[in-house]
């Protein structure tokens, strides 16, 4: 049996889709934080089968939820206070999300301005649909 300690304070992201845990520490910058991380990859699950869990001990506020939320937001974030969990936040998609995915589409203004921010706004809610603000290019999986 694996035995990761507690933390603290700080937050736990469970329920994560096996395998997707590196890139959410990669997309969250958990790299650039001076704070511990515990990945644990292909824990058993009984609701998934398999899932990742990230163990994170810092500040709340370190963690962009939109970008969380954009990349699953079926992700449980459960805030950790004193060794105790003290909230459960619910992810919601964001409406707008800056300088996450990039669009592809070679004429778009993006391409062309290298300084230009990649906006993609939230098209379809149902579907989980996002445009480019600039071009209305319709994000690809393949993007993140």
């Known amino acids: 049996m694996l035995n990761v300690g507690k933390i603290e304070e700080g937050f736990v992201l469970d329920h994560i889709k096996a395998g997707k845990s590196l890139s959410l520490y990669e997309h969250l910058q ?58 459960k936040k619910d992810l919601v998609l964001p409406r707008q999300i800056k300088n996450v995915i990039k669009c592809h589409n ?22 989980e649909i996002y445009r480019c603000k600039y071009c209305e290019e319709k994000y690809s999986e393949n993007s993140l």
């Open 30 to 87: 958990l790299d650039k934080l001076d704070c511990t991380v515990a990945i644990i990859k292909n824990a058993r699950s009984n609701k998934m089968g398999k899932k990742d869990i990230l163990k994170v001990e810092c500040d709340i506020n370190a963690l962009d939820l939109d970008v969380l939320a954009f990349i699953d937001h079926n992700i449980t974030v459960n805030v950790i206070k004193n060794g105790e969990i003290v909230e």
């Open 106 to 127: 070679p004429r778009c203004i993006t391409s062309i301005e290298q300084g230009l921010p990649n906006i993609f706004v939230l098209a379809d809610e149902e579907k």
